[in-house]
């Protein structure tokens, strides 16, 4: 079948829209004269109807396959790291109770490769139409793609300088070098970098720019967003951002909690700001390019690359 609008192939005899310009197919074909005399404007921030491939439900499910991995899966591969270790080292993971600082960080940074290599191949698995739809779309607008892709890059940084503004001025309040440090996420990933042996930090590396990009995209713009599609636009972006955020200081925020280092759980919050208004840019991207997650993964990875980049030129000067 073929688009009468924009000539593309439509493979899906079933399809209500046309992926690439939104045109209804089960139109009055005699309404299509006035159609071609009012030509599809592709403005930058243009909002354009696109079919959705999957029922909620897969969203749902994908979703909870993403919790079940990062939680169930990561605990597994722990265990599995930790008898690989012992059989492989002759050393004990544990003296006294406590990791010892080589196994600990051997089987950290297996797990974060186990688990993102399962977790990453499990999301596409369950949504790999949405992906291809999205690839598509973004294939007859380049142009527009590109534009956005640029605009993300340069909002991320820009939030990222607010978000320092906005330390340096709650530091005035609670203390100058309150906030010293980065985030114990971000604290654990340049420690694993640095220990890591060459192909643990090649797979790790590939695990930041692709994997984690990949699926934090397809689980909280892709997924979350189309289940809170009866909501505004707005308010799924902050949904998003909120909960992208959440994740990367809670279980640390969980940590301190336990322990009573209230100083530390709200060093914790506070650096979470800056995951947030990360979420917020990837979320607007994502919105804003008529829900298209190449755009947002784009983004996400290349400022991982440049966040690795940095990390690993730190390294070498040391």
Not at 40 to 55: A, D, I, Q, S, Y
Not at 204 to 227: D, H, N, Q, W
Request: include cysteine.
């Amino acid at each position: 079948m073929i688009c009468p609008r924009c000539k593309s192939e439509i493979k899906d005899e079933t399809a209500t829209f046309c992926e690439m310009c939104g045109y209804e197919l089960d139109k009055d074909p005699n309404e299509f004269e006035e159609i071609q005399e009012t030509p599809v404007k592709r403005g930058l921030f243009t909002f354009e109807e696109r079919e959705n491939p999957l029922p909620w439900w897969r969203y749902l499910v994908t979703i909870g396959v993403y919790f079940g991995i990062m939680e169930i899966g990561a605990f597994l591969f722990q265990l599995l790291m930790m008898y690989i270790y012992t059989a492989t080292t002759g050393q004990p993971v544990q003296i006294d109770g406590a990791y010892t600082p080589e196994a600990a960080n051997f089987i950290n940074i297996w797990v974060q490769i186990l688990t993102y290599a399962t977790v990453t191949a499990a999301t596409v698995i369950l949504l790999w139409k949405p992906i291809l739809s999205d690839v598509k779309y973004s294939s007859s607008r380049v142009g527009k793609v590109f534009a956005l892709i640029g605009i993300g890059i340069a909002g991320v940084y820009a939030a990222n300088i607010l978000c320092n503004i906005l330390f340096t001025i709650i530091e005035l309040f609670l203390g100058k070098g309150f906030l010293t440090g980065d985030s114990q996420n971000q604290q654990a990933i340049e420690e694993m970098i640095y220990s890591a042996k060459p192909l643990a930090f090649t797979l790790y590396a590939v695990v930041l720019v692709i994997g984690a990009p990949a699926v934090e995209e397809l689980i909280f713009r892709k997924s979350l967003c189309t289940l809170l599609g009866k909501f505004k636009r707005i308010w799924r972006i902050v949904f998003s951002a909120v909960l992208f955020g959440s994740i990367h200081v809670v279980v640390a925020m969980l940590g301190y909690a336990i322990s009573g280092l209230w100083d530390l759980l709200l060093k914790e919050f506070i650096l979470g700001i800056q995951y947030i208004a990360m979420g917020a840019v990837l979320a607007s991207a994502y919105e804003f390019s008529n829900k298209n997650v190449v755009v947002s993964f784009t983004i996400h990875a290349i400022n991982n690359l440049l966040s690795v980049i940095a990390i690993i030129y730190l390294m070498l000067i040391k």
